[in-house]
């Protein structure tokens, strides 16, 4: 089956190596690599076939993980860091290569050769360093910004060394060849700065009005490679052209959705990657060289660390940070297999420090998640406080004490204007282009998306949110959102429309917190107001609406005192109401005063408003004169109104009062 069988070889033995790296809680890519080992060319067993090819599919891994990176980069952040990212990291480069020459010295190694050897371990490991962060959840805090920023200038510094390097013995012609990359390079970022972001967000925005996901995801990532693959016909690198596309594509409004979309992919073949990485890893090289290996990667390690701990703290940054990038950034890159396979081609490097560069990349790629999971214990023993720590490593927030809005129907609409009506922030997510249209142009913040993506809930500050509440119209799409909200932040209030009654029971074991199902409370008023205009006494008609809400809502319904205590305060709460009556000409109430009436006194009830023409008084007094033709709005039991009923009805001549109907009851919040 060719690369078909390599390919399923591959994705078994991660899955294997990722259970048991997560059954001892370990970074998934620990289990990824060490899978590699063992379906490599030196282990025997089953083996792959081509591991070229595997390499060549990892590269795509590498170009969507930057591209992904592109798209959560924002240049607003990259101003309150830029001076470590530019200077910083230039500096470090230059550091770090004269470091890694006095390594090769030290090993005895030629002088050209050392020089190699020290650009190679200047370099980092965007895939490795992204990736810890993610799974530990600190890329969006300060030092993984710091890190990030640090490791695109390094990826855009190999350019120049791939050119430089293997040219030094001609000078002339190797500035020569730099210029013109440089010229290249400048050329297609104004081409992508002043044409990608007028072009690729219209041909996004055209596309998410089709509403098809296939279509969108197809697009997504055809940007991405494609404007990579546009960059290397350029001369330039592949993975730099998929993160500046990300990074253009970031300023836009789709950068959530995008990035959504293309996680699974990116993960996929990411872990292509990894897997190749562990595929060079020779066991009987390791254990023939031990000692050799463990004092590179004990110097590389401690050097680089230092290095890089210094530069953040001569940049101003303090409380746990420096120690944090240290540990974060000291393993060798997979650039640097790049660089070191160049090296060897021209004879720059020999094939023993070729695989020895091999075996301390890959060996520090491996110690890198425990040495950034280890940072804050460092830090807070370093240290006397640890609060100082976890605020410069809390990712910003800007949204907080919100209400979130899943899905931007009619449900949606209304009840994101209402919130607007009452001034309480609220943000939209909705995956329906013509919905995020319609948000914006009510003026309500929105993000498009979809509603059960982490990354898109994440960008609605869920954690800090007051109150989430899912009016998606599919079922399943119901449930998919409420699992990803209760997995994200299991404590926010969870309010959530269900699809059909039978969906009520289902959503209840999700931790749902209250349920509406639109038809069931159609149906419910609807049988009120035909109660209420059949004469039927508003407190039956209170008290039926509730036993047919319990019935309906019991899943949500606790047993025992909690729902005794529930029926006895609906009970008490449709003990009194709200009735408005009319005062007709000549009854007792007709041109007096509240207070010459007694009206309290007499009947106990309490009139709260009067409406007389297209005038409301509100609380009248007891000096409210009371006049033929006013409403007034009673509020008191049943009893209670009808005595406040039967002073505003005209008397015959024999004293009879004649029989009014009251009015059908409005309900207002007694509170």
Request: aromatic fraction near 6%.
């Amino acid at each position: 089956m060719g690369i078909a069988a390599d390919i399923a070889i591959i994705v078994v033995a991660a899955l294997i190596g990722g259970f048991v790296a997560q059954r001892f809680g370990q970074p998934l890519i620990l289990g990824y690599i060490l899978a590699g080992v063992v379906v490599g060319p030196h282990t025997g067993g089953i083996t792959i076939s081509n591991i070229h090819d595997i390499e060549l599919l990892a590269e795509i891994g590498v170009a969507l993980l930057l591209f992904a990176l592109g798209l959560e980069f924002n240049l607003n952040r990259l101003g309150k860091v830029r001076a470590i990212a530019l200077a910083g990291t230039t500096i470090q480069i230059l550091v770090t290569m004269v470091f890694g020459f006095g390594v090769g010295q030290l090993l005895g190694w030629p002088a050209y050769e050392s020089l190699w050897f020290g650009a190679i371990v200047a370099l980092s490991s965007t895939m490795v360093i992204l990736k810890t962060l993610l799974e530990q959840g600190r890329l969006g805090s300060l030092a993984g910004r710091i890190m990030m920023s640090m490791l695109i200038v390094q990826d855009l510094a190999v350019v120049p060394m791939l050119i430089i390097l293997p040219t030094l013995q001609d000078p002339a012609a190797g500035l020569t060849t730099l210029a013109w990359a440089v010229v290249r390079a400048a050329l297609f970022l104004a081409l992508m700065i002043y044409g990608g972001t007028r072009l690729i967000p219209v041909v996004l925005q055209r596309i998410a009005a089709w509403n098809s996901r296939e279509l969108y995801l197809i697009a997504v990532v055809a940007i991405g490679l494609g404007v990579g693959y546009a960059t290397y016909l350029a001369g330039l690198s592949f993975a730099f052209g998929a993160f500046v596309a990300g990074m253009v594509l970031s300023e836009s409004e789709h950068s959530h959705q995008a990035l959504n979309d293309i996680g699974p992919l990116r993960d996929l073949f990411g872990l292509l990657f990894f897997v190749s990485i562990g595929m060079l890893i020779d066991p009987a090289f390791l254990i023939d060289h031990l000692g050799i290996v463990l004092l590179v990667v004990a110097l590389v390690a401690f050097g680089k660390m230092l290095i890089f701990g210094v530069i953040s703290r001569a940049f101003g940054y303090t409380d746990g940070i420096p120690i944090l990038v240290g540990l974060g950034m000291f393993q060798i890159g997979e650039f640097a297999f790049v660089l070191a396979e160049v090296g060897l081609n021209a004879s720059a490097i020999r094939q023993e420090t070729f695989t020895l560069v091999l075996a301390t990349a890959v060996v520090t790629m491996v110690l890198t998640p425990f040495a950034v999971r280890g940072a804050d214990t460092l830090s807070a023993r370093l240290r006397r406080t640890r609060a100082t720590l976890e605020a410069h490593l809390a990712a910003e927030q800007p949204l907080r004490d919100h209400i979130i809005i899943i899905g931007y129907g009619r449900v949606g609409r209304y009840t994101a204007e209402i919130l607007q009506q009452l001034q309480l922030p609220c943000v939209v997510i909705d995956q329906d282009y013509n919905a995020v249209e319609r948000a914006k142009k009510a003026g309500l913040p929105v993000i498009y998306g979809d509603g059960a993506s982490p990354v898109v809930l994440e960008a609605a500050g869920l954690m800090h949110a007051r109150l989430v509440l899912v009016v998606v119209a599919g079922g399943v799409d119901v449930e998919q959102v409420v699992r990803q909200v209760r997995r994200l932040n299991a404590t926010v209030p969870l309010v959530a429309r269900a699809a059909n009654v039978a969906q009520i029971e289902e959503l209840q074991p999700l931790g749902v917190d209250e349920i509406v199902q639109p038809e069931f409370e159609a149906g419910i008023e609807m049988v009120r107001q035909a109660l209420l205009r059949c004469d039927v006494p508003p407190e039956a008609i209170d008290t039926l609406s509730d036993a047919v809400r319990i019935q309906g809502y019991r899943p949500l319904r606790l047993p025992g005192q909690e729902e005794v205590l529930l029926r006895l305060l609906r009970q008490s709460a449709a003990a009194t109401s709200l009735a408005w009556m009319t005062v007709e000409a000549g009854s007792p109430l007709d041109g007096k005063t509240i207070g010459e009436n007694h009206i309290r006194w007499r009947t106990g009830a309490t009139i709260v408003a009067i409406e007389r023409g297209s005038a409301v008084i509100a609380n009248p007094g007891a000096e409210a004169l009371l006049l033929a033709g006013d409403r007034l709005a009673v509020w008191g039991t049943l009893e209670q109104r009808r005595a406040v009923h039967a002073l505003c009805t005209k008397t015959d001549a024999v004293g009879v009062t004649q029989q009014v109907p009251l009015r059908a009851p409005v309900e207002i919040d007694a509170c």
